[in-house]
């Protein structure tokens, strides 16, 4: 993607809402499209609407927006997401999974959102991190980051297994005493961690 990357500062609050799925970056793209749209509609679409000292006032808005978004932008422009696991991410990503099928859940929840700041597309890893939320009980949370998997392209390898995990949630709602029923899930032979013995349900 290397340079059209930032063609998204050509407008105000793409670079978050793109690169990133920002809802403060969505805000920003929103009021300045808004704003655009009162500047053009009241210069060339319907000029008698409104006097010249508001058209002046309205483009210069435009412009100050712009301008403040793009340095500001520039100044913390998002990073490019790792397109593979580096060595510290592929540590934590183990250090993670064993802390899991240790039962150790604290410790395997404070690695996988240390992983997931450094990698947040990690699909594997959010599939981990949901499988401990339902695990622990926090079932809301669980269904929101397997929903939130499901709707990215990190989750495409995932999908039989975002299924089951869904499926386990709905079992779990219905009927919570079976829950420590539950046996180990293998992964899917065709997923891109196919051949690793499993991940624990």
Do not use: C
Not at 84 to 95: I, S
Not at 183 to 190: E, F, V
Request: cysteine-free; charged content about 20%; overall charge neutral.
């Amino acid at each position: 993607m290397g340079a059209a990357r930032y063609l998204t500062l050509a407008w105000p609050g793409m670079p978050w809402l793109w690169l990133r799925g920002s809802m403060l970056g969505l805000g920003l793209a929103l009021a300045f499209a808004m704003t655009l749209d009162v500047a053009v509609v009241t210069t060339w679409i319907w000029p008698e609407l409104v006097d010249l000292p508001f058209k002046l006032a309205v483009w210069s808005g435009a412009g100050i927006v712009w301008l403040l978004a793009t340095v500001s932008a520039l100044s913390a422009f998002p990073p490019p997401l790792p397109t593979r696991r580096d060595e510290t991410v592929n540590r934590l990503f183990v250090q993670a999974r064993d802390a899991y099928l240790a039962r150790d859940w604290l410790a395997a929840e404070a690695r996988l959102h240390e992983l997931l700041t450094r990698a947040p597309t990690d699909g594997e890893a959010q599939l981990l991190l949901a499988t401990l939320l339902r695990r622990v009980g926090r079932a809301d949370e669980a269904r929101t980051a397997l929903d939130k998997l499901s709707r990215s392209d990190a989750g495409l390898p995932w999908r039989s297994a975002i299924a089951r995990e869904l499926d386990l949630l709905r079992r779990t709602a219905q009927s919570p005493a079976d829950t420590a029923a539950v046996a180990i899930l293998p992964l899917d032979a065709d997923s891109p961690a196919g051949n690793r013995r499993g991940m624990a349900a």
